[in-house]
């Protein structure tokens, strides 16, 4: 169980806002408790104004000349400082997350180690902002490009990954030179204060990194519409990113999406059926299937589809469901009663539309009555089209469709609108291929689940998924920065003929 935090100590979770913690001006605040245990009651995420939205990005717009002109290098040193700073405070930082977000410790800590990889790299980027230098076509003539920050960018970010996405963001845009207007999911106030604490303890500085908790609809919206903002970085859901890119259009801002996934696992008649088991079930239930990546679907050859099944099932009903910061708990909660309720409709949805093999209930009695706790739960003979299939749920749910081969196994996995991940399991390198080819997906993993990525490979999906750049990686420079051609003649002499 989680240490309760003394009633003295609940707060309201202040703002961050040109380098003070603010608290905010309005009388407006959602409680958030522990998702596993109803009676701690973690504090409160203000609903802070409208004004308060236009006050951080007056600050970063005021911060902004000194960051920028600061040698990119000494800002990459910040961030190197800021990694250090997250593996010291990994323990605490890591409890905090599991009592705020409900996954378990070990998940928590997987998330704290990706996101200290992930500055780590960044840092070193300070020192690789390069362009190219380039001939011209003219005798004593060259050209070359440069990378500038863009300016104030706002970053939109869920409650999922409350460290990882958020820090992947803002650790390339600071590397830039942009500053930062943060407006962080309102489920995961207390999680964000630390993350921004242990920036300004790294030493960026006042103004530079901004933070104002509150809806979506009124401070998100704020951001998206304010013209000084010249940048949206948005992950959530598909239905907030549409809207969030309509109106980033109007003022012509560069916005960056990553939404919502339904990922798939192919299955094939020469896989290692244990191994695929082994992952389908790590990628399916792990974070409690509350992934962006999380494997939602399994396409399997009809040969093999009962022998799986019983794989599935088996490990799916040994899975330990409970408080994320018991050691043998695999599967924590859901994040709030809105999620809850959303995973307990799908499970009546699929009981219409598929059969179900192993769980379909929400757990009830004793420490689950304290939270909200779902089954780890299988459905088989989910037709193609079913909304089991199509729709993401965000929850311990799996679908598992037949299908006759090879050719239908990649069609089927397709048949989505979403394209973020999906896996193959196959011993034929042939297949290896032509799956890595044919899924449309951003990310393929071989005979590997569906989730994870690392540090320096870029991250990101394609179709309903992915909008604009690649996040993480290389990649993520391109976002935050914009290229600039500077043409230099050195004759000195007026030029004849060509001026086109
Ligand atoms: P959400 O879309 O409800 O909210 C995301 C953020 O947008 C929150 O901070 C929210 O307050 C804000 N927001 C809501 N309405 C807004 C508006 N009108 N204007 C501006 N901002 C607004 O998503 P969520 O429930 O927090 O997160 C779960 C979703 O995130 C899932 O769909 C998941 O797949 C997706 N996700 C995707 C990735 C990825 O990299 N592809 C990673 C993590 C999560």
Redesign the pocket.
Known sequence: MATLMPVSEVTVCPNYVGGEWVESRSTRKVERRNPANFNDLIGYTPVSTRDEMREAIAAAERAYPDWRDKPAPKRGKILLRAAQLLEEHKDEVARLLTREEGKTVAESLGELTRTTNIVEYISGEARRLSGETLPSELPRNFAYTIRQPLGVVGL??????PVA?PVWKIAPALVCGNTIVW????LTPFISRRVVEIFAEAGVPPGVLNLVQG???EV??EL?EHPTVRAIS?????E??Q??NAKAARHLKKVQL????KNPVVVLDDADLELAADNIIAGAFGSTGQR?TATSRVVVVESVADALMGLLVERARKLKVGDGTEPDTFVGPSVDGRQCEKVEEYLEIGRREAKLAAGGERLRGGVYDQGYFIAPTIFDHVPITARLAQE?I?GPVLSVTRVKGFDQAIDAANNVRYG?TASVFTRDANRVFEAAERLEVGMVHVNSPTVGGEAHVP???IKA??FGEREVGSTAIDFYSELKVVYIDYTGRKREGKLY
């Open positions: 939109i970010t869920p409650w999922n990954f996405v407006k962080p999911a309102g809806s979506g609809a998100g919206d998206v948005f992950t959530g859901s598909n907030v990113g809207g969030i990553e939404m919502g996934g962006c993401e965000f973020l991250f990101g999906g998924t992915g």
